[in-house]
């Protein structure tokens, strides 16, 4: 597992749109073109692992990268390839690097999937918070996705996490909280 994360070949957007499809409801991604929009956005980037040839994707990270936090996304890796330890490999590289407090959204624990993601995020260092909120529905749906927020390396305070929320619906989101 010597593959290292770097930011996507914008020739390979597909294959990660392809892997954004297969991995989240439709509610919690933007139609493809807005989602290839955002490559413009200087504070957002998808950090990709590869398979060795370098050519087939393996899993991704997509990152808004704010003035006192990092927000992931998104983080997929191939559904063949789950269970292998290629996320945790993924995760653990990222956070090795990042710079600033990291977040990330996660379903509220009512699944038994939203379960082991969390202590997934948890075995990595994450802190589940009681913080949380209805994602905007990204594609109209119709969908409303409950959230509650995980950090790293430690836990938000009410005021960090309301300052931090604001960011992520305006810049993110494009919407007021």
């Not at 600033?100 to 939203?114: C, G, M, Q, R, S």
Request: charged share 25%; aromatic share 12%; proline share 4%.
């Amino acid at each position: 597992m010597n593959q290292r994360l770097k930011p996507l070949n914008h020739g390979d957007f597909d294959l990660f749109y392809d892997l954004m499809r297969e991995s989240f409801p439709q509610a919690e991604f933007r139609s493809r073109d807005k989602e290839l929009d955002l490559l413009n956005q200087m504070n957002f980037t998808i950090l990709s692992r590869y398979d060795q040839s370098g050519k087939a994707l393996e899993g991704f990270i997509a990152e808004w990268s704010f003035h006192d936090f990092l927000f992931i996304e998104h983080f997929a890796v191939q559904s063949s390839l789950r269970g292998h330890g290629i996320g945790s490999h993924m995760l653990s590289e990222y956070l090795e690097h990042a710079n600033k407090p990291v977040l990330i959204e996660v379903e509220t624990p009512t699944t038994d999937l939203a379960k082991r993601r969390i202590h997934f995020y948890e075995r990595l260092g994450f802190t589940l918070s009681e913080f949380g909120y209805i994602q905007p529905d990204l594609q109209q749906t119709g969908e409303h996705v409950h959230l509650l927020m995980m950090q790293y390396p430690t836990p938000l305070t009410e005021q960090e996490f309301l300052a931090c929320n604001e960011e992520i619906f305006r810049s993110v989101y494009e919407t007021a909280v």
